[in-house]
């Protein structure tokens, strides 16, 4: 092997700054500037954040401005979906009419000219034998197989489709009593971010409390506490709702009172595993032998320390509590008609299922939705709030 030259300017000494000798390369951040940054990284989690916030505001504004409430009825207008396929109807001066026909309620519509949904048509003549029926349209007669779901003038000549129209009267369509959809995903959306504001309390008072004083404290202290925790843990969360929403009688206090008496024990046993940890840190020592108070070294030092597992778990147990309140109004123990929440509409939409589906999939996707958000916050919470993940 030969010997190459070797240029000396490729091996001269770095020069060196005096100036730049104590510059800070990485900016210098606090714990939560970091972890507020590195969340603000994480798309699926703001995403799931900006949800939440639109979903908050819609909640808390939504009924009071929109239109229409979520208990008025018209069942003129029963069961109307969303969007529906229109057909012309020619008439005798060279113009049509756009009709629209429900097969699931058997009802005939005209549209307007602006394309909004217009009066009902009354049948002028029913053929039940041929599974038939006649309506009245200017001066057409137009006649319907229910059995083939076809429409055609009286003449047998069909009718041409002319599109599909959005439902501006009502956005998300009408329920079998001809309630306004989205009024009622407003009102229900309120009802679960309620639920979801009680558990929210309810684990930062009693649960963070409670776990807090039960593992600083230790002993017997915590012996006991622990035993009255496990005796609530060993009825299932839902058959303790069950049995308390029975006794109180179903409504929206007796889902706040259910889900409260019993929704801290998962934080209070967090809390508690972090204390134990937390406890024997040279800080609380530090602060003990200068006369801190049990009180202030529990409040100022460790639940302070504590901040990041709670609220990771607060935004994964609410969720949780969502989903319980849905259930409950789904078996008809949550609120009472006419109030509406996402599991009274699920529970209603069930029956209406093969003939008007989107009843089922508004507050179906809703829940879902939230119960995503929320699962994705809370992985951005995690990821933000562990120092040893940060890169």
Known sequence: MTDMPVDPAMWAPAPRDPASLDRIA?????????????????????AAFGFLILLCLAAVFGPSVYSHNYYEQN??????PPAFPTYAVPQGDGSSQEIYFNFGSQKLYLIGADGALGDLVRSSRKDL??????????????????????????????????????????????DQLG????????????????????????NFTIGVLYGGISGYLGGRVDMVMMRLIEIVSTIPLTLYVILIMVTLASGFSAVILAIGTV?????????????????????????????????????RHLLQNTVGPILVTLTMLIPSAIFIESFMSFIGLGVSPPEASWG??????????????????????????????FNFLGDGLRDALDPRLRS
């Not at 069942?75 to 109307?80: C, T």
């Not at 134990?276 to 529990?298: H, N």
């Not at 529970?347 to 995503?372: D, K, N």
């Open 26 to 46: 990485r900016p210098n951040l606090t714990y939560w500037q970091d972890a507020r940054a590195r969340l603000w990284r994480n798309r699926p989690a703001m």
């Open 75 to 80: 069942l003129q207008y029963a069961n109307v």
């Open 129 to 174: 034998m041929r599974k038939t029926q006649l309506y009245t349209v200017g001066d057409q007669q137009v006649a319907v197989d229910t059995a083939k779901s076809t429409l055609g003038l009286s003449d047998g000549k069909p009718l041409e489709p002319a599109g599909w129209r959005w439902n501006s009267l009502y956005p998300l369509g009408t």
């Open 179 to 202: 309630r306004d959809e989205l009024a009622r995903q407003l009102y229900g959306a309120r009802i679960s971010l309620a639920v979801a504001l009680v558990a929210t309390l309810v």
């Open 263 to 299: 929704y801290w024990v998962d934080m209070a046993r967090i809390v508690r595993g972090q204390m134990l940890v937390l406890k024997e840190q040279d800080y609380v020592a530090a602060a003990r032998s200068m006369g801190a108070s049990t009180w202030r070294i529990l409040t």
């Open 344 to 373: 009274t509409l699920t529970s209603a939409a069930v029956e209406t299922l093969r003939t008007h589906p989107y009843q089922l999939a508004l507050p179906a996707g809703a829940i879902s939705l939230t119960m995503f958000a």
